[in-house]
């Protein structure tokens, strides 16, 4: 028995300490990079910045999609990506697509909350931003934890290839915590959603 009961936790942390970095790392470089990304459109493009805008403010604007419909189409966006992470942790070269899905969705929150930033000129900068947050602040860090998972699985599955005995002896035990890891966390990106969807019209 372990005296310290974080003992596990801790040992964890240590063995994706680099993982944790780099998925870090990359979050604060794609928002930024989809933040910045609005600045390089071109005059011409203005027109479809600012139906981008129009779509993406829509419900600051009275626009009251429903419970029912907001949660739907926010746990499909979600699940969408949380299963394509899971199969790409299945693949011995996953790791950039992993991360390549993960800064996805990043970009596209950094794009949004840019376009935000130029185009809204009505006082309702604040609460675009709000929308927008409330929208993927439970849904992000799981995202963000998963992607370690699936990086870390990948990689395993990358050493198994290469035939190192002690990753091979492991290997089925790590297939069964792969795929109940997907199960748990399609349950918390369910709760997640349906959280963020609550907070949203809370505030719309």
Not at 12 to 17: G, L, P, R
Request: charged share 10%; with cysteine.
């Amino acid at each position: 028995m372990l005296d310290n009961p974080l003992a596990g936790l801790d040992i964890w942390a240590k063995e994706n300490t680099a993982a944790c970095a780099g998925v870090f790392i990359l979050y604060v470089s794609a928002l930024i990079s989809g933040m910045l990304f609005v600045r390089g459109f071109a005059a011409s493009d203005a027109n479809l910045l600012t139906g981008f805008y129009e779509n993406l403010t829509v419900g600051v604007n009275g626009y009251d999609p429903g419970f029912s419909e907001l949660f739907r189409e926010t746990l499909r966006i979600n699940m969408r990506y949380l299963f394509f992470m899971f199969i790409a942790g299945f693949i011995v070269v996953g790791v950039p697509f992993v991360l390549a899905l993960f800064s996805m969705k990043i970009f596209c929150l950094g794009f949004a909350l840019g376009t935000i930033y130029s185009l809204s000129y009505d006082g309702g900068f604040i609460l675009s931003v709000l929308t927008v947050f409330l929208q993927n602040m439970f849904s992000l860090p799981q995202l963000a934890f998963y992607a370690v998972l699936c990086t870390r699985f990948s990689f395993r599955l990358y050493k198994c290839a290469r035939g190192i005995p002690e990753i091979r002896n492991d290997f089925a035990k790590a297939v069964k915590a792969h795929i109940a890891a997907f199960v748990v966390f399609a349950l918390l990106i369910t709760a997640a959603s349906l959280a963020e969807c609550m907070s949203v019209l809370a505030f719309s």
